[in-house]
């Protein structure tokens, strides 16, 4: 008899596993919401009908980070002359309660974006450097040291970081006034050895123009990078100590802010009177521009994809969701609508 019931639980335990489905979710980080909801975990696996599981009123919200069962909000607040932020923790254990458990303030500075190494995570914090955090205990972030701009060159703004073996690339911007006007800045990638994460030491410097470079992405042994008022720059990094510029893809009133790839396309979020640019990849070294898709808002400031659905974060517009049956023309299927501010940001996951 024992042996019979096992056996039926067994069989109840495998039709549980067989017929149970991932879902798909979305996290969206909003600014200019004064105070309304900023920081929303959705979800999409209907992509017609978004479900809010988690939404909080955080300061402006710019990125958010998902590493396991924690998602990390960054955000930041500026007043006048004063500016602070926070990097919220939220746990995304039970996917369908998330919860805040946590945060870790910066009193000087952004929480822009984030990447992990081991127990290591490194930030870009504008202008307060780069934070390079201890994340031990998930929930309770802490910061091990601040490197500030003023010690790589006399630069004191780090928009994004992105690990490349034992590299970590960074993406610097000059904010002082006469730097920008003189044209005396360096603007551009810093190449930081991280084989001591506790101690990167830079190693090499590219500049990439007085716009700065806003987001970068790696593909296969390139990085493409997302540069103001110029395009996309592409710079072959077979030599991770030494990008090399291969390339740089111009178009009309460039605001590029995102880069996201998919089979031999990529997907370029633009905020300037635009929303997304499509162009073929086949040849990394020359993006071809195929489509233009203008969002409702015409302002694309970030792009994820995930099995053939492409999700943009359209400033005012919010939350856009594409299917990407047709690669070159995307059909809009989707949409999580705001009240106020404009969508920022948004990274999406199976689970």
Not at 101 to 127: E, N, P, S
Request: hydrophobic share 40%.
């Amino acid at each position: 008899m024992r042996k019979w019931v096992l056996v039926l639980m067994l069989l109840t335990l495998l039709v549980i596993m067989v017929t149970a489905k991932e879902g798909v979710y979305a996290f969206m980080g909003m600014v200019g919401t004064e105070g309304q909801s900023n920081a929303y975990v959705l979800d999409v696996t209907d992509p017609t009908n978004p479900i809010v599981l988690f939404q909080s009123s955080e300061m402006d919200v710019p990125d958010v980070t998902i590493i396991g069962d924690y998602a990390y909000f960054g955000t930041t607040y500026v007043m006048d002359f004063y500016e602070y932020a926070d990097l919220v923790v939220v746990d995304i254990s039970d996917i369908k309660k998330p919860e805040k458990v946590g945060y870790l303030r910066d009193d000087q500075g952004q929480f822009l974006r984030m990447v992990t190494r081991d127990h290591y995570a490194f930030t870009a914090g504008y202008i307060s450097g780069l934070h390079i955090l201890d994340l031990s205990e998930p929930s309770k972030p802490s910061i091990i040291k601040t490197m500030k701009f003023d010690d790589f060159n006399g630069d004191d703004g780090v928009r994004d970081v992105l690990i490349n073996g034992n590299y970590l690339y960074l993406s610097g911007a000059t904010i002082t006034p006469e730097m920008y006007y003189t044209g005396a800045n360096r603007m551009g990638i810093y190449v930081a050895d991280i084989s001591d994460p506790e101690n990167p030491e830079i190693v090499g410097f590219v500049y990439t123009g007085l716009y700065g470079v806003i987001q970068f992405r790696i593909r296969e042994n390139y990085l493409y990078c997302c540069s103001e008022g110029k395009g996309i720059d592409i710079f072959d990094i077979s030599n991770p100590r030494a990008p090399a510029h291969v390339r740089t893809v111009y178009y009309t009133n460039a605001g590029p802010e995102c880069i996201a790839f998919h089979g031999r396309y990529a997907y370029v979020a633009d905020f300037m009177d635009k929303g997304i640019l499509i162009f073929d990849a086949t040849n990394p070294t020359d993006l071809r521009l195929l489509n233009l898709v203008a969002t409702q808002s015409k302002m694309g400031f970030a792009v994820d994809i995930l099995d053939g659905m492409l999700y943009v974060a359209d400033g005012p517009s919010g939350l856009l969701i594409y299917s990407l049956e047709n690669p070159e023309m995307p059909q809009l299927v989707g949409q999580f609508s705001i009240e106020a501010g404009l969508a920022f940001t948004v990274k999406v996951i199976k689970r």
